[in-house]
């Protein structure tokens, strides 16, 4: 019985979650969902690549609190940006490769670097 309404509220707060996350005017959900280059990049055994064209802030910041070390690459745009920002404020070991590009992407109600 519990279950249910787990799924159910999960569901709920997820879909509120999306709808009050404001997204780039070309870039819609079903764009986020089927694009790999909106989910942070799988990580190796030594660290974490950051790169990426963004998607949901929340996931990119969860992401950064399960990993201990990043290296940007590529493009890291808006919520990429924004978990680049934030392991850095928090002491994750981050560091940026030659040629990457930090594009940041600024929504109101975004995580702010003090």
Do not use: N
Not at 59 to 75: A, I, M, S, T, Y
Request: net charge positive; charged share 20%; with cysteine.
């Amino acid at each position: 019985m519990g279950r249910p309404i787990k799924s159910w509220l999960g569901a709920f707060v997820v879909s509120a979650l999306m709808l009050a996350q404001p997204l780039a005017r070309d870039v819609s959900y079903a764009d986020i969902f089927g694009d790999k280059r909106y989910w942070p990049p799988k990580c190796t055994i030594t660290e974490c690549t950051l790169t990426g064209l963004g998607g949901i802030i929340g996931v990119w910041l969860q992401h950064v609190d399960k990993h201990e070390r990043f290296v940007v690459r590529g493009v890291c745009a808006s919520a990429c940006e924004m978990a680049y920002r934030y392991a850095r404020d928090i002491g994750k070991s981050v560091r940026i490769a030659p040629g990457a590009r930090l594009i940041p992407h600024h929504v109101p109600g975004e995580y702010v670097s003090p």
